[in-house]
């Protein structure tokens, strides 16, 4: 697993966009950077479950973006438990 990856799993969910506060964010972001494309199917599976309420300032997309980068995307029932809106968005551009 790369190393930004493990960090951000460390960190846990993506926050709302209601609830981050700037220094969080600059975190997040310099995170994000910092993963090399494409990332492997072990990464995109501790990725997916990062996902938030919202876009958290656009970070969401960035993070979507990364996932779908994995050699192996889609990844068999990796978004099988997960309903929410960003695993959705996952599902549909999958065509799972």
Sequence with gaps: MQEA???LV???RL???GNADLATIEKLQALLARIERPISDDDA???VRLFGPDD???LAWTLLHLVESAPGWPL???LGS???EWAERLRQRSGE
């Design 15 to 17: 926050p709302s966009s």
């Design 45 to 47: 599976r501790a990725l």
């Design 76 to 78: 068999e029932g990796c």
């Design 10 to 12: 460390k960190l846990g």
């Design 56 to 58: 958290c300032f656009g």
């Design 5 to 7: 990856v493990d960090e």
């Design 82 to 84: 997960v309903e929410r």
